[in-house]
């Protein structure tokens, strides 16, 4: 995974965290709920590019031999 993509989900994540607090603080479900959503569509993400990076790893090594 790219630094820029890491940077993106990372970013996508707070964005998430600042909307869920802001819907806490103003009393309104639906943006709290957005900023969760938000930060758990990051956190897949994340994982996706993990994966990968995982993957293109050990296609490396199998490679390399």
């Given at each position: 995974?790219?630094?820029?993509?890491?940077f993106?989900?990372?970013?996508?994540?707070?964005?998430?965290?600042a909307?869920?607090?802001?819907?806490?603080?103003?009393?309104?479900?639906?943006?709290?709920?957005?900023?969760?959503?938000?930060?758990?569509?990051?956190?897949v993400?994340?994982?996706?590019?993990?994966?990968?990076?995982?993957?293109?790893?050990?296609?490396?090594?199998?490679?390399?031999?």
């Amino acid at each position: 995974m790219g630094f820029a993509d890491k940077f993106k989900n990372k970013a996508e994540e707070i964005a998430g965290k600042a909307k869920e607090a802001a819907g806490s603080a103003t009393d309104n479900e639906k943006l709290k709920t957005e900023g969760q959503a938000d930060q758990a569509e990051s956190k897949v993400k994340q994982g996706v590019e993990s994966a990968k990076d995982k993957a293109s790893e050990v296609k490396e090594k199998l490679t390399d031999n």
